[in-house]
């Protein structure tokens, strides 16, 4: 059984040793770099941010970890692209999401897709309109993933990457 657990001083280590296949590297910012701007995010946000710090979590199989994954909470400006082509008010941006190599191909990835999704949609942060997600155009995998469980893609390209949401409204 899958599940999400907080990454936390007993298993911070484990998580940034968490690698990707060689092909797939390209595809994903490294776990260690997350981990930062999470850090970053907590310590130099807005007063206003202060009740949205980012959601990482470390993903369990059975008790052995297999993966990591990172979202927020957005509340997007008038000129970002969800609010001018959707009218979303409030996202959750879905911005890291790794299965290990040596777990990939099992089913993980989904199983865990799928948890990760129940979890945001019980709102943890508040109600919103969508949940975002990017991906390198070349991963085949990631795009098949994502579609298979509702996101569409928008069209709009960001730092180089497809973006697909998900309506909950």
Same mark, same amino acid.
């Given at each position: ?5 907080k990454?936390d ?5 484990d998580?940034?040793k968490?690698?990707?296949a060689k092909?797939?590297?390209n595809f994903?910012?490294s776990?260690?770099y997350t981990?930062?701007?999470a850090?970053?995010?907590?310590t130099d946000?807005e007063?206003e941010?202060?009740?949205y710090?980012p959601m990482?979590?470390a993903?369990? *199989?059975?008790d052995v970890?297999? &993966? +990591? ?8 400006? =008038? ?6 082509t959707f009218g979303?008010k ?5 911005f890291?999401?790794?299965i290990?190599?040596q777990?990939?191909?099992?089913g993980y ?7 990760i ?8 942060q ?9 991906y390198e155009p070349e991963?085949?995998?990631a795009r *098949?993933?994502y579609e298979?469980l &509702? +996101?569409v893609?928008t069209?709009h390209?960001e730092?180089? =990457? ?6 909950l409204r």
């Amino acid at each position: 059984m899958i599940e999400l657990r907080k990454v936390d001083r007993d298993n911070w280590d484990d998580v940034i040793k968490l690698k990707v296949a060689k092909h797939q590297e390209n595809f994903v910012a490294s776990n260690i770099y997350t981990l930062a701007e999470a850090y970053i995010e907590l310590t130099d946000s807005e007063p206003e941010d202060a009740d949205y710090p980012p959601m990482i979590f470390a993903i369990y *199989k059975d008790d052995v970890l297999v &993966g +990591f994954t990172a979202m927020e909470q957005d509340e997007p400006d =008038e000129d970002e692209y969800v609010y001018e082509t959707f009218g979303d008010k409030a996202v959750y941006n879905f911005f890291r999401f790794m299965i290990d190599e040596q777990f990939q191909g099992k089913g993980y990835g989904r199983e865990a897709m799928v948890k990760i999704l129940e979890y945001l949609k019980s709102f943890p942060q508040g109600e919103v309109d969508a949940i975002v997600l990017s991906y390198e155009p070349e991963n085949d995998v990631a795009r *098949k993933l994502y579609e298979s469980l &509702g +996101f569409v893609e928008t069209g709009h390209i960001e730092d180089g =990457e497809m973006v697909a949401r998900l309506g909950l409204r």
